[in-house]
């Protein structure tokens, strides 16, 4: 069984709760992450299917890391809705518990295609490093 450091071990999301818009049909999901660790770095995964980067906030307090978005789906100009299936708004919410083993000053965030990356270097305390014999 492979069991992981607590420091490796992101702590899963808050429980997943319902907001109701305007409307009544939004509500708050929380995306799928995968948690991958490197020599150097962490790195988390996010689907964020629909979300640009002005719809996206991630917010860094006592080594708590929060990703949350928000995606709109308008009817174009012209057309009239005949069937919605789809939450006309749909919220997303995701907290990860860092501890100590990260380098917090050196967080980096790409979004591309729908799927936000989230780099987490490693601080120098968390590194492995040979001790010299003197």
Known sequence: MNTLHPMT???????????????GQGHTTTPRADVLEG???????LD???VGNDDL???????TLTVKAERSLDVPEGFTSRRAERSDKLAYARTFSLGNGVDMEGIKA????????ITLPKSQQGL???IEIN
């Not at 020599?39 to 995964?45: F, G």
């Open 9 to 23: 071990r992101m702590l899963d999301a808050l429980s997943q709760s319902h907001a109701e818009n305007d409307r």
């Open 39 to 45: 020599e150097k770095e962490y790195r988390i995964v």
């Open 48 to 50: 964020l299917p629909g």
């Open 57 to 63: 906030e991630l917010n860094l307090e006592h080594q």
């Open 110 to 117: 790409a979004l591309k295609d729908g799927v936000l990356e």
């Open 128 to 130: 492995p490093r040979r």
